[in-house]
C-alpha cells in the first residue's frame, strides 16, 4: 500500500484582496528591523548569490559599453574631464543600464524569492538564485516595462522615476509566487504600493542611505546593502500579499518525529520553493 500524506495549507501575512483596500500593516521601523534581523541570519548564504547578481549585471554594463563605446575606459576619461562628454555617450550608458536590468531579471527575480524565504522562516541556499529562471519571460517583460517607464519619468523629473520604481517594486514576485500576468503584476503593484506610499517612501530611503554609504565605501558595504535590499522586499511582500506555504506530514513520519519530512515555516530547516 502506498503511503498517505496529508498536506495542509498556511497562508501568512495578507492577500491580494487586502492589499489593493490597504488593509494591510507595515510599519517602516519594524520592516527594517526584521530586514536587519534577517540579513545578520542569512548572511553568508545570500551573500554568494547577492555578489554573483551585482557581478552579472557589472559584466553584462561593461559588455555593452565596449560595443557602444569601443572601451568603457572612454566614459571615465571623459568624467574626469580628459575626453568631451557627448550626447552618444549618455546615450550609450543609458542603453547599456538598460540592457544589463534587463538581462539580469531572472537573476533579479530569484534573489527576491530568497528573501522572502527568508521572511517565511525558511533558508536559502545560493543557487536558488536561479529559481528566477523558471519565470525568465514574464519577468523580464515586467523589468523591461518597468525600466521604460522610469526612463520616461526621468526625463520628466528626475526623482519621478524613483516613484515608478517604487511602485512597481513588487511586481516580480507577484509573477513567481502568485503566478500573475506581467501586465496584471504591475497593476496590483502599483495600486497596493500607493495605499502605503508614505511607508513605502521612509523603508526605501533607508535602503538608498545604505547604497550612498556603498558608493562612500567604494562599493564595500554592498555586501550588506544587496542582502538587506532583497530581505527587505520579501517582508515588504509578506505584509502586502501574504505567501501560501503547503505542509505535507506523512503517517510514518508522525510514528517517528526524528524521522519527520514535514515542511515548517518554523523549522528553519526547509528550504522554500516558489
Known sequence: MSQQEYDNAIHMGGSIETALNGRYRLDPFEIIKEAFSQTLKHFWSFLPAA?????????????????????????FEALVGQRELTTDMISSVWLA??????????????ASLMGLSHAIGFRSKPRHLLKGL??????????CLSATLQSVASLIFPLLSLYVAM??????????????????????????????????????AVVGVLFLISFATAGFALVWALPFLFNVKGVIYREMFGVGVEVTVSPKSENNPDKSNASSPSSGQDTFDA
Not at 555578489?51 to 566614459?75: E, N, R, Y
Open 51 to 75: 555578489l554573483g547578481l551585482f557581478a552579472t549585471q557589472i559584466g553584462i554594463l561593461m559588455l555593452m559599453l565596449t560595443l557602444l563605446l569601443g572601451a568603457p575606459s572612454h566614459l
Open 97 to 110: 543600464n538598460f540592457t544589463s536590468e534587463v538581462l539580469i531579471a531572472p537573476l533579479y527575480a530569484g
Open 134 to 143: 523558471a519565470f525568465a519571460l514574464p519577468v523580464t517583460v515586467v523589468i
Open 167 to 204: 511602485v512597481f517594486s513588487m511586481a516580480p514576485l507577484l509573477i513567481c509566487e502568485k503566478r500573475v500576468t506581467p501586465m496584471k503584476a504591475l497593476s496590483v503593484s502599483f495600486r497596493a504600493v500607493n495605499k502605503k506610499l508614505f511607508q513605502m517612501a521612509t523603508i526605501y
